[in-house]
C-alpha cells in the first residue's frame, strides 16, 4: 500500500513537458495510487447491456480492484452491484457470466434479489437485537451511466472536481455512434465471444498503444507487402493500407490525424482506403441491408470511414476497422489483463457478422498477426525499463505543433505525433492529485 511518500507535488514532477518519468510504469506505489485515486474514482467502462439481455442475466468484473456485478433486474433496468456479501465479505458469484434469479451467498446463504436488495437471511432468530435487513443491501457503485448500450460507473460519489457522465462521456458520442450506426437494426451486440490474454507490462502500454500510429509500419512489418501495403483488413478489401512508401513513411499514413477531446479520450482518424472498389458477397448483402434500413444517403455517410481507433480513457477502446470493444484491467505495476469483444451488427446478414469476428481472429487474438507484435512490445518495453541508465521516457513527438480541433477545446495532430499520449498523462495528472 502507499506510505505517503508520493504525495502531489512528487507526482507532478513525473510528468513534464515531453517526457515522463519511468516510475510511472514501473514503482509499485504508484500502481497502487493509480488504483486508489484513479481507477477508484474515475468513469470506467463496465459492460455492454447485451452482455445480460434478460432479467437475472449477469457478468461479473472489475473496477480497478473493485470486484462488481452487471446485472440486469427482474424490471429490466441494469445494475451495478459490489461484488460482496454485506455478511461476511464473501465473493457472491464466482463465474464471468451467467443466470441467478436470485444471488445465494455459498458461505452462510444470505440472498439478494437482483437489485441488491437482502431478499432472505437464514435462520434470522439468531441476528442481533434490531437487526434490519434493508440495513444489508449489497453496496452499488455510486455513480452509473448508459449511453447507446454501453454501461460505464464511477466508485467515487459527485463532486470533488469530477466530472458528471455526461461531461465525460460527451467528446466520446459520435465515435460510438460511428460503430452503433452501422448495425441495420441501430445496436449492436457483444454476444460471439472475446479474446483473454496478459502481457508482462504496465497497463498504461496497451492505453497509449491504440492511438499510437507511429509503430504500426515498425512494429507490424510483416503484415507489410513490398509494395508498402498492409494485408486487408476489412471484408470486401481487395488490400489494405499503404504504410510504407520506399523507405519513408508513406504520405497517406502521415494524413492520420490524431483529435485530443478532453478527460484523456483521444481517438485517429481512420485510414486511408479505395472506398469504391470495397466489394465481396458478404459486404454487398450487408450494403443492401443498411440500405434498405436507413436509406441510400445515410448508408453512404454511415459506411464512410471517419474513425480509426478510439480511447475512452482509462480502460476502454474500440476500432472501426476490425470492429470490437477492448477492455484493459490492470493487475500489477506490470502486469495487465485485455478483453477483446467482437462487434456483432445486430440487423445485419450473418455473413457479413461472421467475416468480420473472423477478420479479428486474424488482427487482435493473441496468437494474431497484429496484437502478438503490440505484446512482445510492451513486455519488452517493462523489461527495458528496468535499466537505470535514464529515467526519462520521451513523449515529445510534435511537441506544441498540434491546432485546434474541429469541435470548440479540442486539439489536433498528426497521429504519427505524440500528442494524445500527453494529453493521457495531463489525464492522469489531474485524477492523481488527492481528491
Known amino acids: 500500500m502507499p506510505d505517503g511518500s508520493t504525495d502531489t507535488r512528487s507526482l507532478a514532477a513525473l510528468v513534464q513537458p515531453g517526457r515522463v518519468h519511468r516510475r510511472v510504469y514501473t514503482d509499485p506505489e504508484i ?53 460482496r456479501c454485506t455478511h461476511r465479505g464473501v465473493k457472491l458469484l464466482a463465474e464471468r457470466s451467467g443466470n441467478r434469479p436470485r ?68 467528446p466520446m458520442r459520435r465515435n460510438i455512434d460511428d460503430i452503433v450506426d452501422r448495425a441495420p437494426a441501430g445496436e449492436i451486440a457483444l454476444d460471439v465471444g472475446v479474446h483473454r490474454y496478459r502481457f508482462r507490462g504496465n497497463w498504461k502500454m496497451q492505453v497509449e498503444n491504440v492511438i499510437d500510429s507511429y509503430h504500426v509500419p515498425f512494429s507490424h512489418a510483416s503484415t507489410v507487402n513490398r509494395k508498402g501495403v498492409q494485408f486487408s483488413r476489412r471484408e470486401g478489401d481487395a488490400e489494405g493500407a499503404k504504410v510504407v512508401d520506399g523507405q519513408r513513411t508513406a504520405a497517406s499514413w502521415k494524413r492520420r490525424r490524431g483529435h485530443d ?35 441510400r444517403e445515410r448508408a453512404e455517410q454511415i459506411l464512410t470511414p471517419r474513425m480509426h481507433n478510439s480511447m475512452l480513457y482509462p480502460n476502454a477502446s474500440f476500432m472501426g476497422l476490425n470492429m470490437h470493444i477492448r477492455v484493459i484491467r490492470p493487475l500489477a505495476v506490470d502486469l495487465t489483463e485485455v478483453n477483446v469483444y467482437p462487434i456483432r451488427l445486430v440487423g445485419a446478414p450473418e455473413a457479413i457478422n461472421v467475416r468480420n469476428t473472423r477478420l479479428l481472429n486474424v488482427t487482435h487474438a493473441a496468437a494474431s498477426f497484429v496484437q502478438s507484435d503490440d505484446i512482445e512490445a510492451f513486455a519488452r518495453q517493462q523489461a527495458g525499463l528496468a535499466s537505470r541508465q535514464g529515467d526519462w521516457v520521451d513523449i515529445s513527438r510534435g511537441l506544441d505543433a498540434d491546432e485546434p480541433g474541429d469541435e470548440p477545446g479540442t486539439r489536433c495532430a498528426p497521429s504519427t505525433g505524440e500528442l494524445l499520449v500527453r494529453a493521457q498523462f495531463r489525464a492522469w495528472l489531474d485524477l492523481m492529485r488527492e481528491a
Do not use: K
Not at 105 to 132: K, M, N, Q, S
Not at 281 to 287: H, L
Open 31 to 83: 500502481f497502487e495510487l493509480e488504483m486508489a485515486r484513479l481507477f477508484g474514482r474515475s468513469w470506467l467502462y463496465v459492460g455492454h447491456a447485451s452482455q445480460v439481455p434478460s432479467p437475472g442475466d449477469f457478468i461479473t468484473t472489475e473496477l480497478g480492484r473493485q470486484p462488481v456485478i452487471l446485472i440486469r433486474h427482474q424490471d429490466g433496468t441494469i445494475r451495478v452491484l459490489l461484488n
Open 103 to 170: 444471488l445465494v451467498c455459498l458461505y452462510h446463504g444470505w440472498t439478494y434479489d437482483t437489485d441488491g436488495a437482502l431478499a432472505r437471511v437464514p435462520i434470522d432468530e439468531g441476528c442481533a437485537p434490531g437487526f434490519r435487513t434493508c440495513d444489508f443491501n449489497l453496496a452499488t457503485a455510486a455513480r452509473t451511466g448508459t449511453y447507446r448500450g454501453f454501461v460505464f460507473a464511477s466508485l467515487a460519489p459527485e463532486g470533488g472536481g469530477l466530472p458528471t457522465f455526461d461531461e465525460w462521456i460527451a
Open 261 to 295: 477531446v478532453g478527460h484523456g479520450h483521444g481517438w485517429t482518424s481512420n485510414t486511408e482506403l479505395d472506398e469504391g472498389s470495397r466489394s465481396s458477397p458478404a459486404w454487398n448483402e450487408y450494403r443492401q441491408a443498411l440500405d434498405a434500413a436507413v436509406g
